[in-house]
């Protein structure tokens, strides 16, 4: 198994029990690697596993959700092809946001930046879909980020409720709310 493999299979390592729950026992278990192996193929240990993982979901992310909303076309679309990877990556909204798990307890302190550039990443290219539909900047963004919030507030009570109709509705409802005039 190459780092690349062994990185995809972390994902729901972390994703499952977070930077702190995540042990080397589980790791090893998850990748089917020895300890020796682990360290061959991350001789810094389990941060920079993380680090594997947030660069796996990072490039994932730009691929399947921000290239679609920097493309052309109608942008009623755009979002919903946004949606679309969404529903995907995170399972109807069962699987946890590695985003807000890698913002908690010390994680935060490691990981930061690069949970910080995916978020502003992923506002900035809503914003941009809005902008070109007329919105100000302003509004734009703010719009934007109220998106991800909902996103990211479905998630938790999706997993809390064990029911994916509160993930699965906003994501229906999604494209109406940022597209709406005022």
């Known amino acids: 198994m190459d780092k690349i493999e062994a990185s995809r299979r972390l994902v729901n390592v972390f994703r499952q ?58 942008p009623r679309k755009r979002i919903h092809t946004m949606n679309e990877s969404l529903k995907q990556f995170y399972n109807c909204g069962r699987d946890a946001c590695l985003l807000a798990l890698f913002s908690l307890g010390d994680s935060n302190d490691l990981f930061h930046e690069q949970v910080n550039q995916m978020l ?17 900047k302003t509004q734009a963004r703010q719009r934007a980020e109220d998106a991800v919030i ?17 993930f699965e509705r906003v994501l229906e409802q999604l494209p109406d709310q940022l597209l709406h005039n005022e």
Do not use: C
Request: no cysteine.
């Open 17 to 74: 029990y977070g930077y702190e729950g995540a042990t080397l026992s589980r790791i090893s278990q998850a990748t089917g690697l020895g300890k020796a192996s682990l360290y061959h193929h991350f001789p810094n240990g389990k941060q920079e596993m993380a680090e594997a993982v947030l660069e796996h979901v990072s490039q994932w992310f730009g691929v399947a959700i921000l290239e679609p909303l920097h493309r052309s076309g109608e």
């Open 120 to 136: 502003n990443a992923w506002i900035d290219g809503l914003a941009q879909v809005l902008e070109e539909v007329g919105l100000s």
């Open 150 to 166: 909902q996103v990211q507030g479905a998630l938790v009570l999706t997993r809390g409720l064990n029911n994916s109709a509160p």
